[in-house]
């Protein structure tokens, strides 16, 4: 993404100078669609950061786990299957 001095400088290239596209793409380092979506735009770009979700989302929440496993064992065998079933998937059901 350009910032605002690079999309007015291919702005002025462009409409002041009369350089192409390709030129203002090689002089700048810039992709040749970056140029043309500047000089399309009639508004400088701007950056908006997205949502940003609570920290609890990123991790899984373990009662997942213990729906799948039978509520009698102990904790320690719990523990075991558990274990089983992150390694080995749906192997460990059967």
Do not use: C
């Amino acid at each position: 993404m350009i910032n605002v001095d690079d999309w007015a400088e291919i702005r002025r290239l462009y409409f002041a100078e009369r350089l192409g596209i390709k030129t203002i793409s090689r002089q700048l380092g810039v992709a040749r669609n970056t140029v043309r979506t500047a000089v399309r735009g009639s508004a400088p770009p701007d950056y908006k950061r997205g949502a940003r979700g609570s920290s609890g989302h990123a991790v899984t929440h373990p009662s997942r786990y213990s729906r799948r496993i039978d509520p009698n064992l102990g904790d320690d065998q719990r523990l075991i299957a558990q274990a089983n079933r992150s390694r080995s998937g749906r192997a460990a059901e059967q």
